[in-house]
C-alpha cells in the first residue's frame, strides 16, 4: 500500500498561480508515473499532467503551455506549478500513483477554486 500526501489547494483569482505537490509515503524502485487528474463538477475526471520515473512528462491538452509537473526536491515527490489559471481550471485536484493494473494510488484530493 502507499498513501499520497497532498497540498497546495485553495482560492485563486484569474491570471493568478498556484502550486500543488504530492508526497507519497514510500519509495517505488519500478517505473512508475505519479501527477495529477482533476474533477470538475458534473464533468469526468480528466488528466492534468504526469511523470514517469524516467522523467518522460506528459499533459491534459486544457493546460499544455499553462502548468508544468516535476519532481520535487524531497523524494517521492511530485509538483505542479499552475500559471494563468482561468475559472475552467476549479476543480478538485487528485494525486495520482501508479505502476501496474494492480498498484493505482489516488490521494483524498484538494479543491482549487479558480474565481474573481
Known amino acids: 500500500q502507499v498513501q499520497l500526501m497532498e497540498s497546495g489547494g485553495g482560492l485563486v483569482q484569474p491570471g493568478g498561480s498556484l502550486r500543488l505537490s504530492c508526497a507519497a509515503s514510500?519509495?517505488?524502485?519500478?517505473?512508475?508515473?505519479m501527477g495529477w487528474y482533476r474533477q470538475a463538477p458534473g464533468k469526468e475526471r480528466e488528466l492534468v499532467a504526469t511523470?514517469?520515473?524516467?522523467?518522460?512528462?506528459f499533459y491534459g491538452d486544457s493546460v499544455k503551455g499553462r502548468f508544468t509537473i516535476s519532481r520535487g526536491s524531497a523524494k517521492n515527490t511530485v509538483d505542479l506549478q499552475m500559471t494563468s489559471l482561468k475559472p475552467d481550471d476549479t476543480a478538485v485536484y487528485y494525486c495520482?500513483?501508479?505502476?501496474?493494473?494492480?498498484?493505482?494510488?489516488w490521494g483524498q484530493g484538494t479543491q482549487v477554486t479558480v474565481s474573481s
Open positions: 514510500r519509495t517505488i524502485s519500478l517505473v512508475h508515473f
Open positions: 511523470i514517469q520515473s524516467g522523467g518522460r512528462t
Open positions: 495520482n500513483l501508479r505502476w501496474d493494473p494492480r498498484n493505482n494510488y
